[in-house]
Antibody, heavy 121, light 106 residues
Framework: QLQLQESGPGLVKPSETLSLTCTVS??????????WGWIRQPPGKGLEWIGN???????YHNPSLKSRVTISVDTSKNQFSLKLSSVTAADTAVYYC?????????????WGRGTLVTVSS | DIQMTQSPSSLSASVGDRVTITCQAS??????LNWYQQKPGKAPKLLIY???NLETGVPSRFSGSGSGTDFTFTISSLQPEDIATYYC????????FGPGTKVDIK
């Protein structure tokens, strides 16, 4: 059974780069069925889609974040990663990794537990 | 950009009540609409995809309907474990979530 687990620093300084990794277990990140992605949720607020990546490397990003976001896949480690540059306090949120197994980039049917990242000096 | 609105923003109902949440898109989105449940401190969970399809393992008291701009999510008989915030989500190479509806037990 596919499982996802986020990891990374819980505290990032303003203007620096937030880096998170999602480790995939119970399946291959190279599967042609899956789109891997990230969603975030500021404390007490709603959900915001960040972006997705296909195993081939094709990426899809939220236009509001696109210039600051890099999503990549490491097939050797069965992981995918998120980098968000030039962070501010507004980037403080719980970050969830997820997978879309529909094969058509339409819904998120499995999520990690989420990891809180706080941006503060 | 397509905007998603939900109503109500919160509701309180009794165990056994029928609960209905609506989601409206700012333009026609066909049936490209999903519903998620998020319990406090937990990750969201997919309940309904493509407006009306029940995700595997989700109780049948949950249902969805609609097409175009107006969509409805229904809990036919509210249970204590259904206390959560419910989000609609549109997809079309981009993903947009509604603001959420918080459901409490009266």
């Amino acid at each position: 059974q596919l499982q996802l687990q986020e990891s990374g620093p819980g505290l990032v300084k303003p203007s620096e780069t937030l880096s998170l990794t999602c480790t995939v277990s119970g399946g291959s990140i190279s599967s042609s069925s899956y789109y891997w992605g990230w969603i975030r949720q500021p404390p007490g607020k709603g959900l915001e889609w960040i972006g997705n990546i296909y195993y081939s490397g094709s990426t899809y990003h939220n236009p509001s974040l696109k210039s600051r976001v890099t999503i990549s896949v490491d097939t050797s480690k069965n992981q995918f990663s998120l980098k968000l540059s030039s962070v501010t306090a507004a980037d403080t949120a719980v970050y969830y990794c997820n997978v879309d197994s529909s094969g058509r980039l339409s819904y998120f049917d499995l999520w990690g537990r989420g990891t809180l990242v706080t941006v503060s000096s | 950009d397509i905007q998603m609105t939900q109503s109500p923003s919160s509701l309180s109902a009794s165990v056994g009540d029928r609960v209905t949440i609506t989601c409206q898109a700012s333009q026609d989105i066909n049936n490209y609409l999903n519903w998620y449940q998020q319990k406090p401190g937990k990750a969201p969970k997919l309940l309904i995809y493509d407006a009306s399809n029940l995700e595997t393992g989700v109780p049948s008291r949950f249902s969805g309907s609609g097409s175009g701009t107006d969509f409805t999510f229904t809990i036919s008989s509210l249970q204590p474990e259904d206390i959560a915030t419910y989000y609609c989500q549109h997809y079309d190479n981009l993903f947009t979530f509604g603001p959420g509806t918080k459901v409490d037990i009266k």
